[in-house]
């Protein structure tokens, strides 16, 4: 245990030199000692010892002493450490001449006695040394050594590395490296303990391309196969021979060679080349390969000789010969691998180009020969072009030439080609054309014909315009110069005529005895006709297979009158096509009509109409439709009537059987009545609607029927007020109604069914004979009119085939015989089917046939008749069923509701005519006073009342004083509270609020005993109301009710103000809701602030907005709004802009300068971005932090970036003035969603879009 510790210190000297003893005595007979002692000169010398000295065992003595010197070139470091019998050595030396440092370590740890590194550096001229010594345990180190001589000759590079460890213990590098760019060499030797060596070499000598050598070398055991890499390439020049000679070696045997020879030499007239190239590998597939090219020049002539071996097999060896002599001449010669030939010669002159061309693909046969010649010849004079070509190839057994010659002058062009085999011709072609324009006649003619053994094909073209008139004729002739009949002609003429211009297009088949002509006139605007077209399609000779199609639009307007007609028809006699569409407008002061009609031929030659007319007459106010078919006729007429009464009348015939409605409104008389005959078949059936004021103290509304001048009512309600609270209500119906619809109904859609039924099947009968009768006649025409076509198409098929027998004759070509003998045999089955097709046309047509899916039509007929049946039934049974459930419905829940409300009726009066002194009655008045005394003891006594509304000022006040303690000594204070106190005296507030209260309890008292006796007695009136006839089963209710509000007309309701005297109490009570904390009366110590007007702020964070006035709202926008502005003097305004990517920004107006606070914290201020701090004479911006603030006259603008937060402050005087989406700014928060309207807005998107600045959104 230590009982007693002492502790002394001694210290002496200062910063650079001084001694420190400190000494802890723990028991008498131990003592901790400790002691410093430091020098230090400037840091470039320093000594320090410390010693420690204990009384524990193994720790008894410490010791460590630091030392180091420090010169400009070396610095010497030595320090030991000693403790309890061990000890640590270290030192440290560096130079700087020489370069070198020496580190060493001892230390008592086996193997680890002494441990160190050092390295020196040494330079001597160009000679570099630089050795490293690591010892990192007791008699194992790790040397290395690298040495560079730049003098030498070659320059040297070594570098040994030796090493304790087994199989590691020497490696060296050696590098040699002599002479310089263009002419060097170079060697590396790698060796080592662990490896074979490696040796490379590196040799260049270069003077230029043509001179040359490169030797590459490299040695290495690591390869298989190719344990030396040898790489030489030596070029030389030997006058005008260049050599090249490259070996690419991996073993001793294993080589490839390639030479390369070029050789040129010059003379007065031409030159002589020789390339040759040659390579042997140690492959099979190349041993050898050699290329042999020599080539001469002499004069214009140039020969070229080509050979090539493959491992000693000739692959190519030819001869090529070009160049001018008497002629331009080209030959070539080859030999290997295949015996071909080849020459050619021509000549060129302005007038004259010739030349031939011979080829020999085996020059061992004479059969595989060819020759081509080409000439051609310009014999053009000043007048006229005259040029003419001809090409011949020749073979040993034909020849076949092409020949064409051209004639062009300045009115008329024509050439001529020809086709000769073995000296006959066998095709031509020729092509003329002349041109000739004379003042206003102009005339252009063409001509091609095509010229074959068996005729002649020629198509013509002539074109002429004289004087407006144009014509245009063609023709195709398939057999010209035998049979000019045998064409296709075709002819069309435009002749304008003033106002009206007139088509002729004519086709003629001359042998067919055919002509097809197309006539069209077309007028315009000429007087009345605006329009006026006819085109004739004509075939034959008979005018009853024309083809007539015409239109025409004419303007019948006369002053005011305007109208106008169009007609359009197709007629064509011989099938009975006959149709004509006509259709007018017209319109007049104030009455408009039109009106279309269709009239079309049938089969059997009878003439249908179809009309569509229509007329409003607006000064009368009547309308007319009227449409008129083949099986059904309907018109209808209206007439509007705007005086009073209104009248609506509405005319129907449905041939000829009228339908009528009339619909009339009484406004002075206050009347609606409505009646319309419902049974097209029986006039005397009309339905009668009408709804009327009988007098001010009544009103009828009845539905009826006539039939046959019997009147059956199947609705009534009336209305009538016996007194002014007596009102009658009678409603009368018949049971039966919804029976007799049902059976009126059904005998109605049955009959409808039926008429539809055979409407239809009538229809679908005459449609389908008139599609039969049409298609036959069609038909009839059609198949007699292409007989001689295909009469003569058959005929022209063997023509055709005797073209091609005399062609099969012409060439001896079995390839040829054979296409045409498939040709030939294909044309025979064309035309056997051609007669068998000639034959049924025959036939057909005088055969009458069904028309193309007959049998489908049918079976939809069929299948339309079918449904049309099914619907009618399933229609009929769907009304039953509906009628059956309608009018069973209509009983149950009639008999329900009735009877339950009898029931309740007559139980509400037994309960009201039992006499006022039942124990119900008694009950009902002591529950009545009950009530009344404890209203009247809920409420407090007025002077409580008062004196707590007192009590509630009183606090209030002190709570204020108290809080504006030591500010109210001021002045300005005491001035305020003078001023309070005069002004609270004055308005003498605790007797006044007395008198109030007192009013009000009073008025309620009042108010609670007026309307409890109001209500006793309407419950007592209520035993007048009840039901005088109820009697569903004949569809007769009448009841008499109590009005408990007196009624003196039924025309007019009266009014009634239940809570007027309620409102009035009501403005009497303060509203305390707005009061709030006491805290929110305690002033600012700002004195300032006191007194009006004060200033606000509003805010926008994310998407919530907060008003001036404190109304917080969620708003996302996409344009440019307005959050405030000053809109009484325009002074500022503030905009915030979404610019997209959740990106916005806000802009700020005032009358000098426009700001834009831009995301990233940049500032720009009238269009350019300007730094911050920023003044100018009304607007300061300044950045503080993460906020940028802008304050203006009146208003602030605060941005904070990481929160993306505006706050924007307001000065008191602008009080009322704003307006925006941050609010008015008036202390009323249900205003704040006014729009710039000034109307407040139901939802935020509507109160902003209001305040968007653009009219247009992203």
Not at 448 to 467: V, W
Not at 652 to 668: G, H, K, M, Q, W
């Amino acid at each position: 245990m230590i009982k007693n510790i002492a502790a002394t210190l001694q210290h002496s000297g200062d910063l650079h030199q001084f001694s420190t003893i400190a000494n802890v005595q723990l028991t008498p007979t131990k003592v901790i000692a400790a002691k410093i002692d430091l020098f230090n000169h400037r840091l470039r010398r320093i000594n320090a010892n410390f010693e420690l000295t204990t009384p524990f065992e193994g720790l008894e003595l410490t010791k460590v002493t630091y030392r180091h010197t420090l010169s400009s070139n070396d610095v010497k470091c030595f320090s030991d450490i000693t403790y309890g019998n061990d000890k640590v050595i270290a030192s440290l030396k560096a130079s700087k001449s020489p370069m070198s440092f020496d580190v060493t370590l001892q230390t008592p740890f086996t193997d680890f006695e002494e441990v160190g590194a050092k390295a020196k550096y040494a330079r001597q001229g160009l000679s570099h040394n630089f050795n490293v010594n690591v010892k990192y345990c007791t008699g194992k180190e790790i040397a290395f050594k690298t040495s560079v001589d730049l003098a030498a000759n070659p320059i040297t590079l070594t570098a040994d590395l030796t090493t304790p460890f087994a199989g590691y213990e020497l490696t060296e590098l050696r590098y040699t490296h002599s002479g310089s760019l263009p002419d060097f060499r170079c060697t590396a030797d790698f060796s080592s303990s662990y490896s074979p060596p490696i040796n490379g070499e590196l040799a260049l000598r270069l003077v230029s391309i043509s001179d040359m050598q490169v030797l590459v070398t490299f040695t290495s055991p690591f390869f298989d196969n190719a344990e030396t890499l040898r790489f030489v390439l030596r070029n030389q020049k030997n006058t005008h021979e260049y050599q090249s000679h490259a070996e690419v070696a991996w073993t001793q045997t294993d080589v490839i060679v390639v030479d390369g020879t070029f050789a040129n030499s010059e003379t007065w007239n031409g030159n002589t080349g020789n390339v040759g190239l040659t390579v042997s590998t140690p492959f099979s597939s190349l041993r050898s390969a050699a290329l042999a090219v020599h080539h001469d020049l002499v004069s214009s002539k140039y020969t070229e000789s080509i050979s090539a071996e493959w491992n000693g097999e000739k692959m190519i060896d030819m001869d090529v010969v070009f160049g001018k002599d008497t002629a331009y001449v080209a030959a070539l010669m080859m030999r290997a691998p295949t015996p071909v030939s080849f020459s050619s010669s021509g000549e060129m002159t302005d007038a004259v180009i010739r030349g031939n061309i011979d080829i020999n693909w085996n020059t061992m046969s004479q059969d595989s020969k060819i020759r081509v010649e080409a000439a051609f010849n310009d014999k053009s004079d000043s007048f006229t072009k005259r040029k003419e070509v001809s090409m011949t190839v020749t073979q040993p057994k034909n020849s076949i030439s092409v020949t064409g010659t051209l004639s062009k002058s300045s009115v008329a062009f024509s050439s001529s080609g020809n086709v000769i085999v073995n000296g006959v011709t066998k095709f031509g072609i020729d092509y003329d054309t002349s041109a000739k324009n004379r003042r206003k006649n102009k005339e252009q003619s063409n001509t091609l014909a095509i010229r074959i053994p068996s005729r002649t094909l020629k198509a013509t073209g002539h074109f002429s315009e004289s004087y407006g008139t144009k014509t245009t004729e063609a023709a195709i002739f398939w057999d010209a110069g035998r049979d000019e009949t045998k064409k296709v002609g075709v002819r069309g003429t435009f002749i304008p005529k003033g106002r009206s211009t007139k088509a002729d297009f004519s086709v003629s088949f001359p042998s067919l005895g055919k002509d097809v002509k197309l006539d069209s006139e077309v007028t315009l605007n000429s007087g009345n006709v605006m329009f006026d077209g006819k085109t004739e399609f004509s075939y034959s000779s008979d005018i009853s297979k024309t083809l007539v199609i015409h239109s025409r639009v004419e303007d019948l307007s006369s002053g005011f009158r305007k109208n106008y007609s169009f007609i359009v028809g197709v007629a064509h006699p011989a099938t009975t096509v006959d149709v004509q569409l006509a259709s007018h407008i017209s319109h007049a002061d104030n009455k408009y009509s039109a009106d279309i009609g269709l009239q079309y031929l049938t089969a059997a030659r009878n003439m249908k109409n179809f009309a569509l007319m229509g007329e409003i007459d607006k000064m009368r106010k009547q309308m007319k439709v009227q449409m008129v078919s083949p099986l059904k006729s309907v018109k209808v007429s209206g007439h509007v009537s705007t005086s009073v009464p209104y009248r609506l009348s509405i005319h129907n015939l449905y041939d000829e059987r009228p339908v009528d409605a009339e619909f009339t409104i009484d406004p002075s008389k206050l009347s609606m009545r409505f009646h319309m005959n419902y049974d097209i078949d029986n006039q005397g059936k009309v339905l009668h609607g009408e709804a009327k004021y009988v007098n001010n103290s009544a009103i009828r509304a009845e539905l009826y029927r006539e039939e046959n001048t019997q009147r059956i009512t199947d609705s009534l309600f009336a209305m009538r007020l016996n007194t002014s609270r007596m009102l009658h209500t009678r409603l009368h119906w018949r049971p039966s109604i919804v029976q007799d619809l049902k059976t009126y109904g059904l005998r109605q859609m049955a009959r409808n069914s039926r008429d539809l039924l055979e409407l239809y099947n009538e229809m679908s009968s005459g449609i389908n004979q008139e599609l039969n009768s049409k298609y036959n006649n069609i038909r009839s025409a059609f198949l007699t009119e292409l007989a001689p076509f295909v009469q003569s198409t058959a005929t022209n098929i063997r023509g055709i085939q005797e073209d091609l027998a005399s062609l099969s004759e012409t060439y001896d070509c079995a390839e040829l015989d054979r296409r045409i003998q498939d040709c030939s045999q294909y044309l025979t089955e064309i035309l056997l089917k051609m007669q068998t097709f000639a034959r049924w046309m025959e036939t057909a047509a005088s055969t009458r046939v069904s028309y193309p899916l007959k049998d489908t039509v049918d079976m939809y007929i069929v299948g339309g008749s079918e449904m049309l049946q099914a619907i009618g039934q399933e229609s009929m049974k769907n009304y039953a069923a509906m009628m059956n459930m309608l009018d069973e419905k209509f009983r149950e829940h009639s008999t329900t509701a009735l009877l339950t409300f009898k029931t309740y009726h007559d139980h509400l009066t037994n309960v009201i005519a039992q006499p006022m002194n039942t124990d119900t009655v008694r009950l009902a008045k002591a529950k009545y006073n009950e009530y009344l005394a404890k209203l009247t003891n809920q409420l407090p006594s007025i002077n409580n009342m008062a004196q707590r509304y007192t009590s509630s000022i009183y606090n209030t006040r002190e709570n204020i004083n108290s809080a504006l303690n030591g500010l109210l000594d001021r002045p300005e204070a005491n001035y305020v509270k003078s001023q309070a106190v005069a002004a609270y005296k004055y308005w003498e507030v605790e007797e006044n609020t007395k008198a109030a209260i007192k009013s009000v309890y009073d008025h309620i008292v009042e108010i609670i005993e007026e309307e409890i006796e109001t209500l006793k007695s309407i419950i007592t009136d209520l035993e007048k109301t009840k039901i005088t006839v109820f009697d569903p089963v004949h569809g007769e209710v009448q009841t008499d009710t109590y009005l408990i509000v007196p009624m003196k007309s039924l025309k007019s309701l009266p009014g009634i103000d239940v809570i007027q005297r309620l409102n009035a109490i009501r403005s009497y009570i303060p509203d305390t809701s707005e009061w709030g904390s006491i805290s929110d009366y305690v002033p600012s110590s700002d004195v300032s602030t006191w007194m009006p007007p004060f200033d606000a702020f509003a805010s926008v964070e994310g998407n919530t907005f907060t008003t001036f006035d404190g109304k917080t709202y969620q708003f996302s926008g996409r344009c440019s709004y307005v959050l405030a502005g000053d809109y009484m003097d325009g002074n500022f305004s503030v905009i915030l802009d979404y610019m997209g990517k959740q990106k916005r920004r806000v802009i700020i107006t005032t009358s000098q300068h426009t700001v834009q606070l831009l995301p990233k914290n940049k500032l720009r201020v009238d269009g350019v971005i300007v730094e911050m701090p920023y003044h100018t004479q009304d607007m300061s911006i300044i950045n503080e932090g993460d906020d940028v603030t802008v304050s203006g006259r009146g208003f602030t603008v605060l941005h904070n970036l990481p929160r993306d937060k505006y706050e924007i402050g307001l000065s008191g005087w602008y009080y009322g003035k704003t307006g925006g989406l941050l609010g008015t700014y008036d202390n009323e928060r249900h205003n704040d969603m006014m729009m710039s309207s000034r109307q407040l807005a139901s939802d935020v998107s509507s109160f902003a879009d209001t305040w968007e600045v653009k009219d247009k959104c992203r």
